[in-house]
């Protein structure tokens, strides 16, 4: 199935939920109301919830797809007078940080863990020695 056949189906579906749904909103009497659902009525009801979630479904992977395409946002390293948005990736101190939300100018990473996350931690640099020292 295609996705036009399938959008094809889901506008099909939602429009029979729609003449479903007017009926259902009408006024029934209280024998009407005390009848047993028919089977139709049921098919009617399982293909009305079935559009509805379909839809959600359909909604929900666009927006998936739209998060997967953006990727991670690295800017460099961290500056103390930029503002960062949620998801922003810098590096600090040698370690890679995440921001949790929008961060203002001046909240550094590793002092507001409400604003950054600790993606991958650094090591302290090596110290070198100067050149023509021995090591102790």
């Known amino acids: 199935m295609t996705d036009t056949d399938a959008d094809d189906h889901l506008a099909i579906i939602a429009a029979r939920t ?22 139709r009525m ?17 909604a929900l992977s666009a927006r ?9 946002k690295y800017l460099g390293n961290y500056q103390r ?9 810098i590096t600090h101190s040698g370690s890679l940080w995440i921001a949790l939300k929008a961060v203002p100018e001046g909240s550094a990473p590793g002092n507001d863990p409400a604003c950054w ?12 020695a100067p050149a023509g020292s021995t090591p102790a």
């Open 18 to 39: 729609e003449e479903i749904r007017t009926g259902l909103d009408g006024n029934f009497t209280e024998q009407q109301l005390q009848r047993p659902v028919s089977r």
């Open 42 to 58: 049921v098919h009617a009801l399982i293909a009305a919830t079935t559009a509805s979630t379909a839809a959600k479904l359909k």
């Open 64 to 72: 998936v797809e739209a998060l997967e395409e953006g990727g991670i």
């Open 81 to 89: 007078a930029c503002c960062y948005a949620k998801g922003d990736a």
């Open 117 to 128: 996350q600790l993606a991958a931690k650094g090591h302290k640099p090596v110290k070198r």
